[in-house]
């Protein structure tokens, strides 16, 4: 399992995971990039060479993350949010200004992430993946 901590107030919050079956097994991932409200957890494994994981964060300037394991070892998959990886943010970009619809892409800058969830999608509250 994975546990997202949202603080009241500031964006300290970290990113666990556990086994619930075990007392005392949390184990803090590295998916938390210096702190955060965070708020809900989804993985993509279709592709199970590439892995990707997937994290909100209820606050204005709360981005969507992707991460992305460098190393995928399924013989030890609790491994992969503990290691090394990528984190890309959601971008939007609207068809034009002030259109309701359009396009996004992942980056690696957290300041565009910020940003465009500060314009678009504020205090994100959850997240699926069909």
């Given at each position: 399992?994975?546990?997202?901590?949202?603080?009241?107030?500031?964006?300290?919050?970290?990113?666990?995971?556990?086994?619930?079956?075990?007392?005392?097994?949390?184990?803090?991932?590295?998916?938390?990039?210096?702190?955060?409200?965070?708020?809900?957890?989804?993985?993509?494994?279709?592709?199970?060479?590439?892995?990707?994981?997937?994290?909100?964060?209820?606050?204005?300037?709360?981005?969507?993350?992707q991460y992305t394991p460098d190393t995928v070892d399924?013989?030890?998959?609790?491994?992969?949010?503990?290691?090394?990886?990528?984190?890309?943010?959601?971008?939007?970009?609207?068809?034009?200004?002030?259109?309701?619809?359009?396009?996004?892409?992942?980056?690696?800058?957290?300041?565009?992430?910020?940003?465009?969830?500060?314009?678009?999608?504020?205090?994100?509250?959850?997240?699926?993946?069909?």
């Amino acid at each position: 399992w994975v546990s997202c901590e949202e603080p009241w107030g500031e964006r300290t919050g970290k990113i666990y995971e556990l086994d619930p079956f075990r007392p005392n097994t949390a184990r803090r991932t590295t998916l938390d990039d210096g702190g955060g409200r965070y708020e809900a957890f989804a993985y993509d494994v279709r592709d199970a060479s590439t892995p990707r994981f997937y994290y909100t964060e209820d606050d204005h300037y709360g981005p969507v993350r992707q991460y992305t394991p460098d190393t995928v070892d399924w013989n030890n998959p609790h491994d992969m949010l503990h290691g090394t990886g990528e984190i890309k943010y959601v971008v939007i970009e609207p068809a034009y200004e002030g259109a309701n619809f359009g396009t996004f892409y992942w980056s690696s800058s957290r300041d565009k992430g910020e940003r465009s969830a500060n314009t678009y999608y504020p205090k994100n509250e959850g997240i699926d993946v069909l």
